[in-house]
């Protein structure tokens, strides 16, 4: 079974500059597509972006403006880097890889990284 | 932009059945999916494609879609199911989670 394992800064002041990466443990990065998810302390979930194989991308529309998802085929990493953080911004931000099939929906899940916004 | 509904909170006794409701503009017309997400821990697939089970999770749980309402259902509801639960869907190629349930077995 394939894991993703995320990593971060744990710690990004305000109005900087947020980089995540997610490993994929198989190196089937090329063959599935992916996205990144984060969830509030206390809250629901929130999708941020995906990306697919082919390097096509999505996003949130309320987040479009800062963020931007990456595939590193080279490394086997998704990454999301997420710009001008403000502490709206502190979560705990998920990679998973979308499931084949019609519709959309994302059957493996890494364990998460929490990221805080403070100065 | 697309919003979907869910009741904040769902109380069921062990061995009963447990409801969960999701509720979207002509849901019908997508395919919703649904996660587990237990205290601690990532979200987890319980449901896709309206109907679909992924391969490990119990037949208890099966999801339907009609209308403007998707449906979970946790049959013979165990005290493991004890779980935050999202919907989720896709729209003009953005994903949609609904705000979550959280399913306390009693």
């Known amino acids: 079974q394939v894991q993703l394992q995320e990593s971060g800064p744990g710690l990004v002041k305000p109005s900087e500059t947020l980089s995540l990466t997610c490993t994929v443990s198989d190196g089937s990065i090329t063959t599935y597509h992916w996205s990144w998810v984060r969830q509030p302390p206390g809250k629901g979930l929130e999708w941020i972006a995906h990306?697919?194989?082919?390097?096509?991308?999505?996003?949130n529309p309320s987040l479009r403006s800062r963020a931007t998802i990456s595939l590193d085929t080279s490394r086997s990493q998704i990454s999301l880097e997420l710009k001008s953080v403000t502490a709206a911004d502190t979560a705990v931000y998920y990679c998973?890889?979308?499931?084949f099939g019609s519709g959309f929906s994302l059957d493996v899940w890494g364990r998460g990284t929490t990221v805080t916004v403070s100065s | 932009s697309y919003d979907l509904t869910q009741p904040p909170s769902v109380s069921v006794s062990p061995g009963q059945t447990a409801t969960i409701t999701c509720s979207g503009h002509?849901?019908?017309?997508?395919?919703v999916c649904w996660y587990q997400q237990k205290a601690g821990q990532s979200p987890e697939l319980v449901v896709y494609q309206d109907t679909k089970r992924p391969l490990g999770i119990p037949e208890r749980f099966s999801g339907s879609n009609s209308g403007n309402t998707a449906t979970l259902t946790i049959s013979g509801t165990q005290a493991m199911d004890e779980a935050d639960y999202y919907c989720?869907?896709?729209?003009?190629?953005?994903?949609?989670f609904g705000g979550g349930t959280t399913l306390t077995v009693l």
């Open positions: 990306i697919f194989h082919s390097g096509i991308t999505n996003y």
């Open positions: 989720q869907a896709w729209d003009s190629s953005t994903v949609i």
């Open positions: 002509k849901l019908e017309d997508m395919f």
């Open positions: 998973a890889r979308r499931h």
